[in-house]
């Protein structure tokens, strides 16, 4: 009966986390009529109503609300107990969810999962990549990495490293353009930029060389809102652009793009690991922390600068 109770109390959790059922049960790997079926009886055995259903979502009584509380804090407390009496850090086991910026998931992250996978092999990930600022408590995301300063005091926030950029083009583009030997003579090309698509906002960039500073301020020529197009206009001759340094990386090697002015640096973006201030950090989530925080301290594209 113990382990009824305890089952119906991660089906709850989940399900206000995750706002839906489906989403629920998906992420328990259980039928939603099973998970369905958890809840009713948590109720019954409780007394009180704990959601508010509708055709469109669910949210929590006040109740509720104040169950979940306590819910989640035995659970993270009843996982970090089990943990603890572990020998070995590999037996963290259980799903971590975490949403990163898609750079350092694509250039960074995934290349290196083989390490992790070894290291603790029960520990099973969902992995989220976009630009996109997610609330974790809502999504139900154990933690992020998240690009920016964090000003949200219901996060813990952990620096990591920076997100290094810098300025390119093609050989081709330049070789058609005006001379370019000083920011200024920018205002006579073609600025391509990136929109953050959640909501839309131009990044700005600044160029740096010693105690010089210049901003690119000029209307651009296009703009995009997918990592992976804005590279690919820059290699196919659109324009210049401030990327991921990781994102370049290849394209620079192979010659395919060029810093047309190396001695001026971009802005680098600071890089955090986030997750909520409420909740208990369980050992599967400190595992991928500790993890992540290694490997871009061991990246010199990405650890934090001296």
Known sequence: ?????????????????????????????????????????????????????????????????????????????????????????SLARGRVRVEMPSPVSRFLLI????????????????????????????????????????HDPDLVCRPIGQMRFCLCAAPSYLAASPPLRHPQDLVAHRYLAFVYPATGRQKANTLHCGNEHYPIEQEPAMRFNSGEAYLAAVVAGLGFAVLPAAAARQALEEGRLVQPLPQWQADSMPLSLVYPQSRHLSARVRAFIDWAGELLAGDPLWRPRD
Do not use: W
């Open 111 to 150: 290349p290196a999962l083989p390490d992790f996978v070894a290291r603790y092999p029960q520990i099973r990930l969902d992995i989220g990549s976009s630009e996109r600022v997610v609330d974790l408590v809502q999504e139900g995301v154990d933690c992020a990495i998240r690009g920016g300063p964090v």
């Open 1 to 89: 009966m113990a382990l009824d109770r305890l089952e119906a109390m991660r089906a709850f959790c989940r399900i206000i986390e995750l706002g839906s059922f489906t989403r629920a049960a998906y992420a328990l790997g259980l039928a939603k009529t099973t998970v369905s079926g958890q809840v009713q009886a948590l109720e019954s055995q409780l007394g009180v109503k704990l959601l508010h259903r509708t055709t469109r979502r669910v949210s929590p009584t006040t109740d509720g609300s104040a169950y979940y509380e306590r819910a989640r804090a035995v659970l993270d407390d009843l996982d970090e107990l089990e943990a603890s009496v572990a020998q070995n850090r």
